[in-house]
């Protein structure tokens, strides 16, 4: 099962336009230049409700805001928990883990798009759909495993196969309510083995006309255009030692390419994006020689070509800087775009504030919205 953060947004200021590659030189700076990151005037939190039924495990994989709700994939309970974003009031529970029609073993990722919420559904080639509220709608059997999903607009969905399968191709878009093919794209190279991990695998934004899909270990952002994809941002890692050539990109397997990046300050893939007309911001994995990986912050600015990048570590909870563990970016529901970071009670015991909360209760979650 996927350990890594798998994380979808929604791009909420994006263009309709073409838009041509571009390159930015990224800089690395220190934690302390965080408030050119973060807007740390309005950073807050919420304790979410942790009656019975909304208490949560551990293993939270990913986090969703839309419509000033937040919905959380429990991986360990099978089950997405949606409390409002706005006063941590549980709501309700949408699936459930089990073997019936209506249920899963373990989900693979879900996603929340116009009042219904998908969820790809573990080792059984299937895509439940439910209404927000947890009303089973419907479900339906893909031909193929896929690992990945991205809800579009008209009931359809992106399921990417992270080259895996023997569809022959990475990226298909589907209809949810009748598992009809509309668009396959990314077709495999016949001489590339398959592969668990490498390939587009993971969707990163998505606007009515944008969506944004990344490969471990390459510096480049594609997105989907038309039926195919395309270029859409590389950045160069100016304090960073190794560039992968297109060659190896295509040659190497994921084992080659870590063995590469072993002893270096690298990139090792991005994980969401989120922009508007003047500000990208790229939350990525890097790996450091000297502190192992790490999750970092890039802000690029459109219009000047200048690129930063901050590592997210070393939180406390009355300082600014997220904990580099189980931070999750949003985009829209509750304004603007920003991080969020789960601290559990034990991990606040020492810090006043929080000293009275049950040291068994859901999470605290921490909003930091970034400076677009």
């Not at 798009?113 to 573990?122: A, C, E, F, N, P």
């Not at 063995?259 to 990525?284: C, G, M, P, R, W």
């Not at 406390?316 to 563990?325: I, V």
Request: with cysteine; net charge neutral.
């Amino acid at each position: 099962m996927r350990v890594a953060f798998a994380i979808i947004a929604l791009l909420f200021a994006a263009c309709n336009r073409t838009i041509p590659t571009k390159s930015y030189l990224v800089q690395q700076v220190t934690p302390t230049e965080i408030a050119d990151f973060i807007d740390t005037t309005n950073v807050r939190h919420i304790e979410l409700e942790s009656c019975d039924e909304a208490l949560m495990g551990n293993l939270i994989l990913k986090l969703k805001i839309e419509d000033n709700d937040i919905y959380f994939l429990d991986s360990g309970n099978a089950t997405i928990f949606r409390f409002d974003a706005n006063t941590g009031k549980f709501k309700n529970r949408i699936c459930h883990k089990g073997r019936g029609p209506q249920e899963v073993i373990l989900i693979e990722d879900f996603d929340v798009r116009d009042g219904r919420v998908y969820i790809l559904s573990m080792g059984d080639n299937r895509v439940l759909t439910f209404d927000i509220d947890g009303k089973f709608i419907t479900s339906i059997k893909t031909k193929y495993p896929f690992y990945s999903i991205l809800a579009d607009k008209d009931y359809k969905v992106w399921l990417s196969s992270k080259k895996c399968n023997k569809s022959g191709y990475e990226l298909h878009l589907i209809d949810a309510t009748t598992a009809q093919t509309i668009m396959q794209i990314g077709e495999f190279d016949p001489n590339m083995q398959m592969s668990l991990i490498d390939g587009f695998c993971t969707f990163k934004s998505s606007s009515s006309n944008n969506i944004i899909v990344t490969e471990p270990y390459d510096n480049t952002l594609y997105r989907i255009e038309n039926d195919t994809i395309t270029p859409y941002i590389t950045l160069k890692f100016e304090d960073f030692s190794t560039e992968l050539t297109a060659k190896q990109k295509k040659d190497l397997t994921y084992s080659e390419k870590s063995e590469l990046y072993s002893n270096a300050d690298q990139l090792k893939h991005y994980v969401d994006v989120v922009e508007n007309n003047n500000t990208i911001f790229v939350t990525a994995n890097c790996t450091f020689n000297k502190l192992g990986g790490r999750n970092c912050l890039i802000k690029i600015n459109k219009h000047s070509a200048e690129a930063k990048l901050i590592s997210l570590e070393n939180y406390q909870p009355n300082k600014y800087q997220p904990h580099y563990n189980r931070i999750f970016p949003y985009s829209g529901g509750i304004g603007s775009a920003g991080l969020v970071a789960l601290r559990y009670p034990n991990e606040l015991r020492h810090n006043p504030k929080f000293a009275n909360l049950d040291q068994y209760a859901n999470p605290i979650v921490f909003f930091y919205p970034l400076k677009l």
